[in-house]
């Protein structure tokens, strides 16, 4: 039997209010050489019965143990069968364009990775705007992470080569760390049209409450990128602007715990160190706000 020449790996966990919509999205296809590979990482609603509506044959249902968004891909990249892997969240929309969009591409620029645009949408407005301008992932990967996981596309044994890091505390953090290792090794092509929707939602908050969690899980990633030899090789002295972005990514999410001063003051201030750019994000402000008491 031929393979597809996609494979669109979609971890979900209690999505089965959204995820309906996400995958008749992908049958709404203009391209329809594809397969969905939905894996379920242990949801306790009706994700399942959900799902099972669905009759097609290019969609397989897979229902696993949990261990996070980064084990649910990876165990997609695993059986997936497509030429490339994409990602899809279960929240999120592929606009009918994606993959006839996405093959274009393929066929003129022969990628081996490569990122498509996407538009951050309100769930309750249905509000639209764009995110970060992509001008060129490998330099710009490194001051934070600009991509969606809906609009990442990976040759399959490249994919293979390069699965996400599991480590459970890394959660939320584990695409940009791989995106970071992709950017090291290979030429992380951008492909401008938007061709997805990213939904955001109240459920969907990023912004944990735990203060200790959100401090390791930065420091596991920093720890991570920095051990990577080809990181290193690659980008040399400017893995600063890396470690300077998560220390503002840390400010923010303590800022948002309410934790104390001191600590978000600490973070702050080695971001800055770090890299001065960091006073021209927009989270600057915001934590800006939060230390002063506005």
């Given at each position: 039997m031929r393979s597809p020449f996609f494979s669109i790996i979609i971890p979900t966990y209690n999505r089965a209010g959204f995820i309906l919509k996400t995958i008749q999205s992908v049958l709404a296809q203009q391209f329809e050489d594809f397969e969905v590979l939905i894996v379920d990482d242990g949801s306790t609603d009706n994700t399942t019965e959900v799902v099972k509506s669905v009759a097609d044959k290019r969609v397989f249902y897979f229902k696993k143990e949990n261990a996070e968004r980064a084990a649910a891909r990876n165990f997609g990249i695993k059986n997936s069968k497509g030429v490339f892997v994409s990602f899809l969240d279960s929240d999120d929309i592929l606009l009918t364009n994606h993959l006839a969009t996405a093959f274009d591409f393929?066929?003129?620029?022969?990628?081996?990775?490569?990122?498509?645009?996407?538009?951050?949408?309100?769930?309750?407005?249905?509000?639209?705007?764009?995110?970060q301008q992509v001008?060129?992932?490998?330099?710009?990967?490194?001051?934070?992470?600009?991509?969606?996981?809906?609009?990442?596309?990976?040759?399959?044994?490249?994919?293979?080569?390069?699965?996400f890091n599991e480590?459970?505390?890394?959660?939320?953090?584990?695409?940009?760390?791989?995106?970071?290792?992709?950017?090291?090794?290979?030429?992380?092509?951008?492909?401008?049209?938007?061709?997805?929707?990213?939904?955001?939602?109240?459920?969907?908050?990023?912004?944990?409450?735990?203060?200790?969690?959100?401090?390791?899980?930065?420091?596991?990633?920093?720890?991570?990128?920095?051990?990577?030899?080809?990181?290193?090789?690659?980008?040399?002295?400017?893995?600063?602007?890396?470690?300077?972005?998560?220390?503002?990514?840390?400010?923010?999410?303590?800022?948002?715990?309410?934790?104390?001063?001191?600590?978000?003051?600490?973070?702050?201030?080695?971001?800055?160190?770090?890299?001065?750019?960091?006073?021209?994000?927009?989270r600057f402000l915001v934590i800006l706000k939060f230390i002063v008491g506005l």
């Open positions: 393929i066929q003129a620029n022969n990628p081996l990775v490569f990122h498509q645009g996407y538009l951050l949408q309100d769930a309750v407005t249905g509000k639209k705007k764009y995110p001008v060129d992932i490998n330099q710009q990967i490194l001051r934070g992470n600009l991509l969606s996981c809906n609009g990442v596309f990976v040759k399959s044994e490249i994919a293979r080569q390069n699965l480590t459970r505390s890394l959660s939320s953090l584990e695409d940009w760390e791989l995106w970071i290792r992709l950017a090291a090794r290979f030429k992380f092509m951008h492909n401008t049209p938007v061709t997805s929707l990213v939904i955001n939602h109240d459920s969907r908050s990023v912004f944990s409450v735990d203060i200790e969690k959100i401090k390791t899980k930065a420091k596991i990633f920093e720890d991570i990128v920095k051990s990577d030899t080809e990181n290193q090789r690659v980008f040399g002295a400017r893995l600063k602007l890396v470690f300077a972005s998560i220390s503002t990514y840390v400010a923010l999410h303590l800022a948002m715990a309410r934790a104390p001063k001191k600590e978000i003051r600490h973070y702050l201030w080695r971001g800055i160190t770090l890299n001065s750019g960091e006073i021209l994000k927009k």
